[in-house]
């Protein structure tokens, strides 16, 4: 099992910023990559970023150019660095880990954190 500590969440006005964290622990070795997924309500569960152990990222058209992950490798710890935030970006937004096995992608999951985008 793998399990994350959360962190960053919080309330801001559009065109602010925030920085999630997310560290993980227990079976992390051969972890394929880390990233963050956020849910909406009423909406489907969207990959918002995510980086490889090589550092390869790869990120939705919604936000390139306005957030940047990165990773700690030695703190097995990623960053979400959410830029000019704006009101349609409000959700929860879930760690995310993934390996490869036999068996096909295993994911593991946070527990989310709520952001919220609100003049």
């Known amino acids: 099992q793998v399990q994350f500590v959360e962190s960053g969440g919080g309330l801001v006005q559009p065109g602010g910023s925030l920085r999630l964290s997310c560290a993980a622990s227990?079976?992390?070795?051969?972890?394929?990559?880390m990233g963050w997924y956020r849910q909406a309500p009423e909406k489907q569960r969207e990959l918002v970023a995510h980086i490889t152990s090589s550092g390869n990222t790869n990120y939705a058209d919604s936000v390139k150019g306005r957030f940047t992950i990165s990773r700690d490798n030695a703190k097995n710890t990623v960053y979400l660095q959410m830029n000019s935030l704006k009101v349609e970006d409000p959700a929860v937004y879930y760690c995310n880990a993934y390996r490869w096995s036999t068996l096909g992608r295993r994911d593991y999951w946070g527990q989310g954190t709520q952001v919220t985008v609100s003049s």
């Open positions: 227990g079976s992390i070795s051969s972890i394929y990559a």
